[in-house]
C-alpha cells in the first residue's frame, strides 16, 4: 500500500510502514542522525531527528514515526533547527572537547552535527565525568567519556552479534554503558566480534591497534575477502603508508552484512608481521640431500619448484616405505571447489589414501 505525503514542499509517494527517515532519505532530503543506524532497529533514543509534522503537537523523531497519508513534515524549520541544536548543546554538556587529540576525527557524528549546527562552545557548563580508560581487553578500546549513550552498541550486540554483553545502567546523569554484570569486557559474553565498535558514533569504543594510527582523511578504503575462513565475510581495510591500520564494516556484504568474528576484524596483523613467511622454506639436509641432523638443521628459502620437488619426493617416500595411510591431507576452505577436488584426486588417486578432511569440520 502507498501513502502520499508532503516533506519540505515535496509530494512524494512512499511505501506504508516506513518511517519518515526511510521515506526523506530514498527522496535525498537530509535528516541527521546519531541513534539510529540503518543495520539496527529503530530506538529513538537521541532525538537529533526531530521533525515538525502539521497537526502533530509536538515534534517528532523521524526514524521511528511512520509516514502516514496527508502527513505534512518540515525538517529543517526554525523550531526544529533550534532544537536540533539544544540536543547538541546537551550532548556537549558532559563530553570532553578534545576533537584535536581524538580518533574519531574527521569520522565522528556527533563532532559533524556540532559543526554542521554551529555549536560553538559549552552552553551549560556543569559536571563531567571522569571515567578511567583501563578496560584491560587486547581489542577494544572503551572511554565512556566519549559515550552519547546512543545505545547503538547495545543493540549491534544483540541484534547483529545476539550476545548481548552491553547495556546501559543506572539512569540520568549517572547512565553509562556496561559490559555483563557491570565488569571488564572480557569478564562479558563478549565474543570481541567489534560490531558494538563499528556503530559506535564517536570515540567511545574504538579498536586498540587503530589508536594513533590514522586519520579518516589520510586512508585509503579498500573492500576485500576476510582471508580466515570459508564464510568470506566481506571487510573494509583502512590502509595508511601501504599497511592496514584498521578493519571497518562492509555493510553491503552478501553474507556478513557488516559483521565480522574476532579474527576478521582485530586479527590483521599477521599480514605485516616481521615473521610472517613470504617466500617458501625448507631444511637445508632436505635440499641437499645429507642425512638428517638431530636438530633437524637450519631453514633455507627456496622458489616454488624446489619446494614442490621436495615435498613430492618425501611423501612418495612415505607411502612407498610406510604405506599411504602413514599420510594426510587438509585441505581449506579458502580454496576453490576446484581446488579441493583437486586435493581429493591427489590423495585417493595419487597418494592412495583416504585420509583428506577439510578445515571447515574442524
Ligand atoms: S565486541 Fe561484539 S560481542 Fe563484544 S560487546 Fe561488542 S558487539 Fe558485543
Ligand atoms: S559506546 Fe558508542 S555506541 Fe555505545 S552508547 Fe556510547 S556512543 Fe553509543
Ligand atoms: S570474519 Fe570470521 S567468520 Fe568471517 S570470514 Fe573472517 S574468519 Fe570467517
Ligand atoms: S536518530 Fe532518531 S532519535 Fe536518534
Known sequence: MKVNLTIDGHKIQAEAGKTLLEVAQEAGIHIPILCHHPALPPEGACRICLVEIERQRSLQPACTFPATEGAVVHTRSTKVVETRKFVLEMLLTDHPFDCMTCDATGNCLLQDLVYEYGVRTEVYP??????????????????????????????????????????????????????????????????????????????????????????????????????????GCQLILEVKDNRIVKVESAWDGPVNHGWTCVKGRFGYDYVQHPDRLTRPMVRKYLLEGTPRPPDRGEWVEVDWDTALNITARKMRSARDVYGPDTIGVLTSAKCTNEENYLMNKLARQVIGTNNIDHCARL
Open 126 to 231: 556543569g559536571a563531567h565525568h571522569q571515567y578511567p580508560i583501563d578496560d584491560p581487553n587486547p581489542f577494544i578500546q572503551v572511554d565512556r567519556n566519549k559515550c552519547i549513550l546512543c545505545r547503538r552498541c547495545v543493540r549491534a550486540c544483540n541484534y547483529i552479534n545476539g550476545v548481548d554483553a552491553i547495556n546501559v545502567v543506572y539512569r540520568g546523569f549517572n547512565a553509562r554503558i556496561a559490559f555483563g554484570a557491570d565488569g571488564h569486557m572480557v569478564q562479558s559474553p563478549c565474543e570481541f566480534c567489534g560490531s558494538c565498535v563499528a556503530v559506535c558514533p564517536t570515540a567511545a569504543l574504538y579498536p586498540k591497534m587503530s589508536v594513533g594510527k590514522g586519520r579518516a582523511w589520510q586512508v585509503e578504503r579498500i573492500q576485500t575477502v576476510c582471508s580466515y575462513c570459508g564464510v
